[in-house]
């Protein structure tokens, strides 16, 4: 899998530390031009977007955290103190222990079944496998907002179809609001939504392994089963956990989903997710300060998160 | 063979089932006039009133509706040819020149992907608030710019697909660092850029925190941004003014163009994975 | 401050109207020679003919009204203009429960120097109290929420329960809806920080006490007061009994909940014939309106719950203007008002417009012809003074928040104010504030 390399080898230290330096600027050199200023002026404008939209308001959301504001008293500089307070914030730690267990059962779900698919789709080539392939990737062209909203409707006793059904069998409807079911309901929307889009890319992945991998295996009279645990599986773990990365990336800043529905569900409480938290702190209570300090933490933890699963598979692979 | 695919065919029959209903409620909700919507059967058609509501969408508010779409239409349109530039230009440069800060830069790339986009929009906006860009096109537009995935996905294309020899070639026969770029090593990674162009579109078309906090004249919503203000004015003034079936057909017309476009651009997305970002 | 320099010519590079064309430009300033324009934030239904009506009367001052969304929506673009420092328009609406959160934010001018004062006697007493401090004035104010009981009178006439008037006969009808229809509930527990707040002002509790201009920095909370307690005792029972349904308010769902005779109740305020009238079809003429039940038989307690007001921002490029506009965009405007009560179906807090027989003697169809603005005016002459916090939004949320969490069984009814208090006390602490009880 040497494509793979620029993923998980963006540093040097690759090489075993034995091999002659000269080997290795040589093997550079074959890939790269040494012309300094056109390499540097083809980044430069990209650069300085990433300067103004990227490196800047980071910094600035820093520097806000650094100080604090209180109604009462105004702003005043107060060191690590926001991050103090975020820490140990009741409200704020309950809603990312509550993104957290979202995580831990929507993620796998919604992988294993794009996996599933996409291993179907791998073995299968009739019309109505593409037919599925089609359709399954619908719900990525709709925005998370609209989705949202559909859903709320979908998911109202008055409007949808689905909260009545219990009621044809004798049973209570079903309240997909309450404080029970919502966050089930919640990752009903983000798997209807990402679930298809998650296949293909693992499908592609499948697509691109060598037929001559299991074609020893086909003829040992391995099942198809057999084929795609044994074989197929291992071969596209590097795209399955890349999935499963920006997966949880996006998890951690579940917002757009849950802001929708609290129009439906006004008891998604003010700190229902951490980025909702840190939404509600700056629009709702003013605290800018507060707010940055927030996001930057939580920003940070994505990034260990993120940073510790690329790690970890690193090992892995390198091991294996 | 048949008997060993049925299974897999049940599967993808239930799978097209989940996927599809939610669409074709909002297909056949968007055919109903407000007290049918409330009324009559979910999933089921009542009296035909598609067009009657379609009129009524373009007419609400001034024709706002219209507006929302151009505008969406535009920031998307805007940012993604904007964007995918950026990260062609600066993909090529990190793939195949040398130059102080490099490495630096590419182990940053990778950190930049997992910035989570909505840490940056609020001290954005403060900054864009001093220099008078709140409240403008450019508001939306200029933050969707920065597409580090997209950077670093040609990064890759062309580490694979571009051959050096040809580039040295090139610049034996004397042609410019840009004639290079641009008549040889473009049309070379061209899938690679309508990928970024494509995840770059849905980005700005689908984005909701961003032009919620930049923009407060109705008239330079998006889409996303518009139908959520009708539904929350349909919700709160229930009494006076009848939304909800306004807020359903703009749905339906805002989604309609993408799912036509996913369906027919599809092997991008598809060649985009393949083409090793994603393997 | 350091940095200007470069910001500023940024600022004019960028800034120059011809190059954003496509963005709104100019604003709220006046025009050398020209009317002066005021530009206003609200989201009043029907609030365009209201703004023309203005615009026709006026001919040096006109009015530019923009829609940026719905109460919190519009709050939000707020207070993020006035922490950027510009952006916010000259006149914006807000509720009363925001005014302090307003004042404390520096956002607002004192509209008295402007003359405002002279109105003191124009308005309901109890809106202007909330809307001014002392001399100073915030706000003008424009609708409110007198609270009443909206029944079903088919429903209780049918089984000849009686009409509640105290709240223990509240919890005896909700019983007997319970065995007349097993489906049926009295009401339901919206957790709307909004109406919780407005049952408790007519129990009698007073939770919330600040003032500006006496202490900044000192605010009273005091949400355990007996007073405060028994609403949350009766109703958490109701609900734990079944006797109470638990679905918010103002969804679709709970739109039609109402009208399918599952709620044979709601406590609900002077702006809800409006807001009834035009969504419940099925069960219009069916309803009728009582004054609430009373927690003491023969009182006469009453609560608010909503309203709104015309405030005048520290932005306004002309505050003098921007002030003519709060005070006359309604106020005496008979135009102005006509569109309110007949179209937007806003309460008004004009004293003179809500004691106007076409206002008191307007028979509505859905309630049968009933003259319910008969019950309303009297409940709002008869409001006192209720001060709200200066972090409001907080506090609602933390009862809204609180209460979800009692319904769903995760907390016991009676922790909810006790949670609530220690929440926001050490918000308010947190806030810098010195709380006392």
């Given amino acids: 899998m040497t494509r793979s390399a620029p993923i998980t080898a963006p540093a040097p230290a690759d090489s075993p530390p034995g091999r002659p330096a000269e080997s290795r600027s040589r093997r550079r050199s074959r890939r790269v031009t040494a012309h300094p200023v056109a390499g540097a002026l083809f980044v430069l404008p990209f650069f300085l977007v990433v300067v103004a939209f990227l490196i800047v308001p980071l910094g600035y959301a820093f ?183 920006f997966t949880v990336i996006g998890t951690m800043q579940f917002f757009t989903e849950p802001a929708i529905m609290a129009r439906f569900a006004p008891q998604i409480s003010a700190g229902y997710t951490p980025n909702l938290y840190a939404y509600n702190q700056a629009f709702a209570y003013s605290d800018f300060h507060y707010s940055a300090a927030v996001s930057f933490a939580l920003g940070f933890l994505v990034f260990v998160v993120a940073y510790l699963f690329v790690f970890v598979n690193r090992r892995r692979g390198a091991r294996a | 063979m048949k008997v060993k695919t049925r299974l897999p065919h049940l599967l993808m029959g239930v799978g097209i089932l989940y996927f599809l209903v939610p669409l074709l409620w909002v297909v056949i909700a968007a055919t109903k006039s407000q007290p049918d919507l409330l009324d009559s059967p979910a999933l089921w058609f009542a009296e035909f009133n598609l067009f009657e509501n379609i009129g009524q969408l373009f007419r609400e508010d001034g024709g706002v509706y219209g507006k929302w779409l151009l505008n969406t239409a535009l920031y998307s349109g805007l940012s993604a040819l904007g964007a995918t530039a950026l990260a062609a230009a600066a993909g090529y440069g990190l793939a195949r020149f040398q130059f102080l800060g490099k490495r630096l830069f590419e182990t940053a790339l990778l950190g930049m992907i997992m910035v989570p986009a909505t840490a940056l929009v609020l001290p954005t906006y403060l900054i864009l608030a001093e220099v008078e860009l709140v409240d403008t096109m450019w508001a939306v537009i200029l933050p969707s710019l920065l597409s580090p995935f997209g950077a670093y996905l040609v990064r890759v294309y062309v580490d694979e697909s571009v051959p050096v020899e040809l580039i040295d070639a090139a610049r034996i026969d004397r042609a410019g660092e840009l004639r290079i770029f641009w008549q040889i090593v473009v049309p070379m990674m061209r899938p690679a850029i309508v990928t970024v162009f494509l995840f770059t579109l849905v980005a700005t078309w689908n984005n909701y925190f961003l032009p919620l906090v930049m923009l407060s004249d109705a008239e330079l919503y998006p889409l996303t941004v518009g139908l959520t203000t009708w539904f929350n004015t349909a919700q709160q003034e229930a009494g006076t003014r009848m939304l909800f079936n306004l807020v359903v057909t703009g749905s339906l017309l805002a989604i309609v163009p993408l799912v036509v476009a996913f369906v027919l651009l599809q092997r991008f997305w598809r060649s985009g994975a393949s083409a090793g970002a994603l393997k | 401050m350091p940095g200007t ?98 004042i404390i934010l520096d956002a607002l001018v004192d509209m008295g120097p402007h003359g405002a004062n002279e109105d003191k006697d124009l308005y309901a007493e109890w809106a202007w109290s909330q809307a001014t401090d002392g001399e ?182 002309n505050p003098a203007a921007a002030t003519t506009v709060a005070r006359e965009l309604f106020g005496k405007s008979k135009a102005a008002w006509d569109i309110g009560l007949n179209k937007a179906f806003l309460y008004p807090l004009v004293k003179d417009v809500a004691a106007d027989p076409a206002f008191t003697g307007k028979a509505y169809e859905f309630f049968n012809g009933q003259k319910v603005n008969e019950i309303f005016v009297p409940v709002s002459e008869k409001l006192g003074e209720f001060q709200y916090t200066p972090f409001q939004d907080f506090v609602f949320g933390e009862l809204n928040d609180r209460s979800a969490e009692a319904m769903s069984g995760s907390r016991s009814w009676d922790s909810v104010l006790e949670e609530t208090q220690k929440n926001v006390v050490a918000y308010a602490e947190q806030q810098g504030f010195k709380v006392s009880k």
């Fill in chain 3, 136 to 317: 100073k004035v915030y706000a003008i104010p424009v609708d409110g929420g007198p609270m009443a009981l909206m029944y079903r009178k088919d429903l209780f006439d049918q089984h000849a329960i009686p009409v509640p008037t105290t709240w223990a006969e509240y919890a005896d009808a909700a019983a007997k809806i319970k065995a007349a229809d097993p489906e049926g509930h009295i009401a339901s527990f919206g957790s709307d920080g909004g109406w919780i707040n407005g049952l408790m002002w007519q129990s009698g509790c007073r939770p919330y006490g600040y003032s500006q201009a006496t202490a900044k920095d000192q605010v009273k909370i005091n949400l355990t007061a007996p007073e405060c307690k028994r609403v949350f005792d009766l109703y958490g029972d109701l609900v734990e009994k079944g006797l109470m349904a638990k679905d918010p308010f103002f969804t679709a769902d709970a739109t039609a909940a109402l009208d399918s005779g599952k709620y044979w109740t709601w406590a609900a305020a002077g702006w809800t014939p409006g807001y009834v009238a035009g969504s419940l079809k099925n069960t219009a003429g069916k309803w009728a309106v009582a004054p609430m039940p009373q927690w003491t038989a023969g009182a006469d307690e009453q609560g608010d719950w909503g309203g709104s007001t015309f405030t005048v921002t520290k932005q306004a490029k």
């Fill in chain 3, 5 to 102: 320099t470069w910001l500023a010519k940024l600022r004019a590079g960028l800034a120059a109207c011809g190059l954003l064309a496509v963005a709104a430009c100019g604003g709220a300033t006046s025009d050398d020679g020209g009317p002066v324009k005021v530009s206003v934030w609200a989201w009043y239904p029907e609030f365009k003919g209201v703004v023309e009506a203005f615009n026709a009367s006026h001919k040096d001052i006109q009015v530019e009204w923009t829609n940026v969304g719905t109460g919190p929506d519009q709050y939000a673009k707020l207070k993020t203009a006035f922490t950027a420092g510009k952006g916010a328009p000259d006149v914006a609406m807000v509720e009363f429960q925001q005014i302090p959160t307003f």
């Fill in chain 1, 63 to 245: 520097w806000l955290s650094l100080s604090s504001k209180s109604l009462a008293t105004g702003v005043k500089f107060s060191g690590l103190d926001n991050y103090v307070r975020a820490f140990t914030d009741p409200l704020l730690l309950d809603g990312l222990l509550r993104v957290v267990l979202f995580g831990l059962v929507q993620i796998p779900i919604m992988l294993g079944i794009a996996l599933a698919g996409a291993l179907v789709l791998d073995a299968v080539t009739t019309k109505f496998a593409l037919a599925f392939r089609l359709i399954a990737f619908m719900p990525y062209a709709v925005p998370a907002v609209v989705g949202a909203l559909m859903w709320g409707f979908l998911y109202s006793r008055t409007f949808g179809p689905f909260a009545d059904l219990p009621t044809l069998v004798g049973g209570e409807p079903i309240d997909f609001f309450s404080v029970s079911l919502l966050l089930l309901s919640l990752g009903n929307i983000v798997t209807w939504a990402w679930t298809g889009y998650n296949m293909i890319i693992l499908y592609s992945a499948l697509q691109g392994v060598p037929r001559e991998m299991y074609e020893a295996a086909v003829i040992d009279g391995a099942t198809p089963v057999q084929i795609a645990l044994r074989v197929k599986v291992p071969a596209i773990k590097q795209a399955i956990s890349l999935a499963a990365i």
